[in-house]
């Protein structure tokens, strides 16, 4: 959570943690910046910068935080336009 952005921090209702992660931001979500250049060295990673911010939030809406809104949904239906 130290790594987080302010800007991507949401107070939390939940008990067991103090912020949750505003993952509707549209900049530099998941910190895919520097994510992005420890791995854009590899072949198959060169040029594909959206594709793993889309990855890195399927994940997270999947497997952390649940995506009761069908967030989902709208992501995938603005990368088909």
Request: proline share 2%; hydrophobic share 30%; glycine share 2%.
């Amino acid at each position: 959570m130290d790594t987080w952005p302010a800007k991507h921090k949401l107070r939390s209702s939940r008990e067991y943690s103090k912020y949750d992660y505003d993952y509707r931001q549209k900049i530099n979500l998941f910190n895919v910046e520097f994510i992005y250049k420890q791995v854009s060295d590899k072949p198959f990673m060169r040029g594909k910068k959206q594709q793993l911010e889309t990855l890195i939030l399927y994940c997270w809406l999947h497997d952390m935080e649940g995506d009761e809104d069908y967030y989902w949904d709208e992501i995938i239906n603005n990368l088909k336009e």
